[in-house]
């Protein structure tokens, strides 16, 4: 086990530098001036030639590259040419954010799964309606659906906000639920969790039809196996059928799914966050890469690849220690 | 023919019986709200939209962008700022009530206000002035040019203030007038909090300003909270907070403003949106001067565009007319002048290129390279629309015309090496600093400027605007624009307005607004009776 621990964390660590040398050859031939963003529009050419000198722009890719390298290695990821600030101190702001929207989503997804699987393959009647209407909005591009529930829950009917995440001082942690517990602030967890609803809801629509339909089918396929009908043969109760034998080997494929699909709900977190105002990474990630802020995009980039090798590796790891046999 | 079985006809039929409430429902929010108003506030909070993040920190001598502006100058003042709600440009009194320009243009003299303190409680005296002026050197921000020409700052007592030029500069007042103008700030704060940095990281959250408000609240990307200073000096606002949350998606604030959540959206919405907000019976939609201005330059490092004739062929093909009308609308007129509307006496900077469209269909004839690229920034809706007219027009023309996107960091990069930018490009709204005719030309026209982007500079036209900024004579700002209109690389397409949509209880908003500023002082706003 060992080993494979030291063979994940070797590959994590190649795939983490090829990244960052992949962002930087993108950098370097991407036309731009990320200087601007630092000085303002209208600043004149010979103060963004001199900035530029400063920030040390000028120099070649591979210099730049060593010097983000040793920063990387104590913990320096440079300062955002947008909000002057260090990348560090903008991911303190917003990294919680957006893991807490993104685990929130995962619950949402899980437990959405959960009711899809359960209901289809227990047939219980009237339910194909509900997973009729997970199936269309897994279709609908996360923008869609994430203005057609603003229109419907926001404008219409008046339950839940729009944009931000509600209470308006972070607190210790920056996860607001924890923030608002430790305070004993129960409007504060609140409104916390009413604008999460929206945002994790849309985000986690897709990974549930996706958990879901794996977990239909395992669900499906041991709810036929023969130890099944000899343990309702003998006298179990359903309840006990399908906690205890149905479930509990149909989920290893599930779980193998919910690990690629958190890694693809921290990626595919931008969109949502924008159309919520959301106020995490993704957001961050989006309002700097028009003007080309390249230490806070490289630092969001390597922070996305990492949480996504992290996640596949904990995957990895949770399937070797259920089969030692891929431990090889 | 394939014909589906049942458990495919029962599942198409479940994922309609799905679809159809859905999209009934969506087809209900399109129409036009029912409501016919919405509630002023009584707690004293006006909340203002802003559409995406400020950009920068809001600190005065480092904010040189867009709708941060707002904040600026709600909390810090100038010496002298731009007469409000008038349509020309009028410099009138701030922190300096009064003051004096020598014939040379060299030495400007200001009496200051009585009775002004900072927000920390200090009181504000001609002292400030060469620390403001100094600060903005130090940090080193875009706007810092503003005082760069700065010898000396005299304080023969706390109430005047005597600024020497190392050369004269007619335009001063301008520079001072502008919302990226050097502010006022407390030199007992600036050096209590000085850090390493003169104080630029303890001004990313607070304010050391005089203005009618303090900044309490800075979340980047989130959002921004002013509260009432209430030993201003001027009009004590009716409103005692100002929240400026961070909408990323316009159709999202636009709901939000519908709601009434959003007491005021300015200068952030798309033209298509004029339609809706002109039926509004809740809102009231407010069409303001600015400076500001829809622009076309070509890039004369293309090798379509390297003929003066080519240049002006594209340039006489443009309908200014039809294209203000049909993409613009009522927050624009067509622009008949080189530099900003009212910038000179008269219009006498009249832009000479007339419509004619024959011009450029002979010369595409002729054109041996057939390809064309027209470009507009990411996300400018209005000169993505006009881009894609034109290419439109200049396919029929007979050449392969295209339009294409580009992100504001790549705009900003073809200074750099014009060759990669794009044949012609679209700018649907820009400005320059000040309302003196120097700030216009140098900027657009000087290749040292900030926003030439493609380096398309006449030597001649720069010596003029160098002659001007000297004495201040009209007419020799007039023979520059003249000069620079030769090139062929340069259109002003309209003079743009701001489009504020507020609320119907939202009042003074005219009168809140100057053209220099393109957002409002918030301490002049009040709510109906």
Known sequence: MIAFLAKRLGITIVLLFTLSAIIFFLESIAPGDPVKAYLGANASRVDVLAERHRLGLDEPTIVQFGRFLAGLAHGDLGVSFRTHRAVTADFAVYLPATIELVVFAFVFAILLAGGFAFSAALRLPGSSVYRGILLVGSTAPPFLLAIFGIVLFYQQLDWLPASGRGPDDAGPTGFLVIDTLAHADLPGLASTFQHLLLPGLVLAIAPAIGIGRILRSSLESTLSADYVRTARSKGLSGGRVLVSHVLRNSIGPAISMSGLQLGFMFAGVVVVEQVFSWPGIGNYLANSIPVSDFPAIAAVTLVLGAIYIATNAVVDLLQAAADPRLVT | ?529
């Open chain 2, 1 to 529: 023919m394939h014909h589906m079985t049942a458990p495919h006809r029962r599942r198409a039929t479940i994922v309609a019986a799905a679809l159809v409430p859905l999209l009934a429902l969506t087809a209900c929010t399109t129409g036009t709200s029912a409501k016919t108003t919405n509630s002023a506030p009584t707690d004293g909070v006006l909340t203002v939209g802003l559409l995406g993040d400020i950009g920068q920190p809001p600190d005065p001598d480092i904010y040189y962008a867009n709708n941060g502006t707002a904040i600026i100058i709600n909390t810090y003042e100038g010496l002298v700022q731009y007469k409000n709600d008038v349509s020309d440009v009028q410099i009138a009194p701030r922190l300096a009530t009064s003051w004096t320009v020598s014939a040379d243009k060299t030495v400007y003299t200001f009496t200051l206000r009585k009775g002004v303190t900072f927000h920390d409680g200090t009181p504000f005296t001609s002292a400030a002035v060469k620390v403001a002026f100094d600060r903005r050197i130090a940090v080193k921000g875009g706007a810092a040019y503003m005082v760069q020409g700065v010898k000396s700052v005299g304080t023969p007592d706390d109430l005047t203030a005597v600024v020497t030029l190392d050369a004269p500069n007619s335009a001063f007042l301008d520079e001072l007038a502008s919302p990226f103008g050097p502010k006022m700030e407390s030199p007992t704060g600036l050096a209590k909090n000085a850090g390493s940095d003169n104080a630029q990281t303890y001004l990313m959250t607070q304010d050391l300003g005089t203005g009618p408000y303090e900044l309490t609240t800075a979340q980047t990307g989130t959002r921004y909270e002013l509260t009432r200073y209430d030993k201003y000096w001027g009009t004590i606002s009716p409103f005692t907070t100002i929240k400026l949350p961070v909408y990323s998606d316009p159709s999202v604030l636009e709901l939000a403003f519908d709601k009434g959540d959003v007491s005021m959206i300015a200068a952030a919405l798309p033209s298509s949106a004029l339609k809706k907000y002109s039926k509004t019976s809740y809102s009231t939609s407010y069409f303001l001067p600015t400076l500001q201005s829809a622009l076309i330059t070509v890039n004369p490092s293309k090798s379509f565009f390297s003929s003066v004739d080519a240049r002006m062929a594209f340039m006489s093909a443009i309908d200014k007319k039809t294209l203000v009308k049909q993409v613009l609308g009522e927050r624009s007129e067509v622009a008949t002048t080189m530099y900003a509307k009212g910038m000179i006496g008269g219009g006498a900077d009249k832009q000479t290129i007339a419509y004619d469209p024959s011009r450029m269909k002979s010369f595409a004839k002729t054109a041996s390279d057939k390809k064309l690229v027209i470009g507009y920034a990411t996300g400018n809706t209005n000169a993505q629309q006009i881009a894609n007219i034109l290419a439109a027009q200049l396919i029929a023309d007979g050449l392969n015309a295209t339009a294409e996107t580009y992100t504001t960091s790549t705009v900003f990069g073809w200074a750099n090496d014009p060759t990669t930018g794009p044949d012609a490009f679209i700018d649907g709204n820009n400005g320059p600093d000040g309302g003196s005719p120097y700030l216009w030309g140098h900027v657009f026209w000087d290749k040292t400027g900030g926003i030439d982007y493609f380096l398309c500079d006449n030597p001649k036209t720069d010596e003029l605007l160098n002659q001007a900024l000297a004495t201040g004579d009209e007419s020799t700002y007039v023979r520059a624009a003249a000069e620079y209109e030769s090139t062929g690389c340069y259109l002003q397409l309209s003079y743009n307005k701001d489009w504020v949509v507020a609320q119907n209880w939202l009042t003074n908003v005219a009168k809140a607004q100057n053209l220099g500023a393109n957002e409002l002082d918030f301490s002049l706003l009040g709510i109906k009776k």
